[in-house]
């Protein structure tokens, strides 16, 4: 009998995450059925799976009446609300968290999109999440914009565990990794125990290929054909040549004798946005211990299902990834201007889910109040 792929990537040092989370999954155990069934050991959020979560079903009206009873407003709502979800969640995952060391068993919520290009506010609310959830599993996702490295930086001197998202290029990922190590180096002056921060650089997979793959098709050229779809998959390897890179040094080396966890590197939107494609691609070719793959259910469930795990795919294949890189550019592929559309789409889809969130949210209030 072959053996479960999810249980070969687990065994491959892949730490399984879902991308997702919801009142309803938390109430029928559904979440409860994948920890025990699916090798799912953390779980990942953001405004867009909040969104979808509040728009369906019955499963918020209580709390939601309760809160209008309360006279709560939108804002003060959807806090409550989202962070209700995630510390059940905490709470679900608190025996893998203490079994694996604070590795594992780690639920993420994201601070405020609004606010990804101001340092300031970014922090407040990164401190009032982690007050609000108040539990030792949880990740508080910070966007890796310009104005979100030093808020990184200051949240984890703060000694609160972050998880990094929307990574797209190996150079902001650089910046990322810098602003970690700097957090931690901080956390140590401020007196904390730096064997309880944990974190994660959530660097985004699909999306890459997504906006190249469509640049490749409007070149035409049968270079570019052979190119398409390549770039994905070639960037985050090249990211975990650099994970490997930045955490050997004599910087870090200093932190890690302090009890200092190396900040692993998480790929997200792992779920295949082109039919073309195996759905199991972003999970397959992307086997490497000391990461962790966020999948949305149905990719899950395909990977159980038709997953090709054939060991490490990701190192010593920077060289492989460069040369793909090399070509991208000599077609005429502004990889600056990828990745810099990329942030900017995904910092706006963000926001327009939080747009959407906050609009459901109002609605339900109002039908609450009657």
């Known amino acids: 009998m072959t053996a479960n792929p999810l249980a070969?990537?687990?065994?491959?040092?892949?730490?399984?995450?879902?991308?997702?989370?919801?009142?309803e999954r938390l109430n029928t155990g559904n979440l409860a059925d994948l920890v025990a069934n699916q090798h799912v050991v953390?779980?990942?959020?953001?405004?867009?799976?909040?969104?979808?979560?509040?728009?369906?079903g019955s499963a918020y009206d209580e709390q939601v009446r309760e809160l209008a009873g309360r006279g709560a407003d939108t804002?003060?709502?959807?806090?409550?609300?989202?962070?209700t979800d995630v510390r059940n969640a905490c709470d679900l995952f608190r025996d893998i968290y203490t079994a694996t060391d604070g590795v594992d068993g780690r639920v993420s919520i994201e601070v405020d999109p609004r606010l990804a290009h101001d340092t300031e506010a970014t922090i407040a609310e990164a401190l009032d999440l982690a007050k609000a959830v108040d539990r030792p599993n949880l990740l508080v996702k910070i966007p890796a914009t310009i104005a979100g490295l030093p808020a990184i930086t200051k949240?984890?001197?703060?000694?609160?565990?972050?998880?990094?998202?929307?990574?797209?290029?190996?150079?902001?990922?650089?910046?990322?990794?810098?602003?970690?190590?700097?957090?931690l180096e901080q956390a140590?002056?401020?007196?904390?125990?730096?064997?309880?921060?944990?974190?994660?650089?959530?660097?985004?997979?699909s999306r890459v290929d997504t906006e190249i793959?469509?640049?490749?098709?409007?070149?035409?050229?049968?270079?570019?054909?052979?190119?398409?779809?390549?770039?994905?998959?070639?960037?985050?390897?090249?990211?975990?040549?650099?994970?490997?890179?930045?955490?050997?040094?004599?910087?870090?080396?200093a932190l890690a004798a302090e009890g200092a966890r190396a900040q692993r590197p998480l790929w997200a939107s792992t779920g295949v946005k082109d039919p073309a494609y195996s759905d199991t691609r972003y999970v397959d070719e992307l086997v490497v211990a000391d990461t962790v793959n966020t999948m949305p259910e149905k990719t899950l469930h395909a990977v159980a299902d038709h997953g090709r795990i054939t060991g490490d795919t990701v190192t010593g294949r920077a060289a492989q990834a460069q040369e793909v890189f090399?070509?991208?550019?000599e077609v005429g592929i502004d990889?600056?201007?990828?990745?810099?559309?990329?942030?900017?789409?995904?910092?706006?889809?963000?926001e327009k889910s939080w747009a959407e969130l906050l609009e459901t949210v109002t609605g339900q209030l109002n039908q609450a109040k009657g």
């Open 8 to 23: 070969q990537l687990s065994e491959a040092g892949v730490s399984i995450w879902l991308d997702d989370l919801s009142r």
């Open 42 to 56: 953390g779980v990942t959020t953001n405004p867009t799976i909040f969104a979808t979560a509040l728009s369906k």
């Open 75 to 83: 804002d003060a709502a959807v806090r409550e609300i989202t962070t």
């Open 155 to 183: 949240v984890l001197a703060e000694g609160i565990s972050v998880n990094v998202t929307l990574i797209f290029s190996t150079e902001r990922y650089r910046d990322v990794m810098e602003a970690f190590i700097a957090g």
């Open 188 to 205: 140590k002056a401020n007196g904390h125990d730096l064997r309880g921060i944990h974190s994660v650089a959530s660097f985004f997979v």
């Open 213 to 253: 793959d469509k640049r490749l098709d409007a070149l035409g050229t049968e270079r570019a054909k052979e190119l398409r779809g390549q770039a994905a998959i070639a960037n985050a390897r090249l990211a975990y040549a650099a994970f490997e890179e930045t955490f050997r040094g004599e910087r870090w080396e």
């Open 326 to 329: 090399d070509g991208l550019a």
């Open 335 to 350: 990889l600056d201007d990828v990745f810099a559309v990329l942030e900017t789409e995904g910092v706006d889809k963000f």
